[in-house]
Nanobody, 125 residues
Framework: QVQLVESGGGLVQAGGSLRLSCAAS?????????MGWFRQTPGKEREFVAT????????IYADSVKGRFTISRDNAKITVYLQMNSLKPEDTAVYYC?????????????????WGQGTQVTVSS
């Protein structure tokens, strides 16, 4: 019903920047709720990165990325972005976009209904 497609991942040196995008398609008229980014490395659970509410007026960040990453959204395009600055090797992971029609804001992965396939971000030291 709803597809999320991430783009913008790649290889970057420590201290560099990347901008991830996540575009929704399908029955997107229902996607006016919170959207978020999570990441995962092999052998570890999926980790919360950032989330943004339906209007874009409220955001939450993981402590590990606060001050370096910025989440934003364009509701006209049903797209969410993650600007990542001052990247560190420990930011290396597969980054996943998530979305739901539910309002409010939360870092709980179980509160998101739709997920993208992920995009690899690799930060070299």
């Amino acid at each position: 019903q709803v597809q999320l497609v991430e783009s913008g991942g790649g290889l970057v040196q420590a201290g560099g920047s990347l901008r991830l995008s996540c575009a929704a398609s399908g029955r997107t008229f229902s996607l006016l709720g919170r959207m978020g980014w999570f990441r995962q490395t092999p052998g570890k659970e999926r980790e919360f990165v950032a989330t943004i509410n339906w209007s874009g007026g409220s955001t939450i960040y993981a402590d590990s990325v606060k001050g370096r990453f910025t989440i934003s959204r364009d509701n006209a395009k049903i797209t969410v972005y993650l600007q990542m600055n001052s990247l560190k090797p420990e930011d290396t992971a597969v980054y996943y976009c998530a979305a739901t029609r539910d309002l409010g804001i939360t870092r709980n992965a179980r509160a998101y209904d739709y997920w993208g396939q992920g995009t690899q971000v690799t930060v070299s030291s």
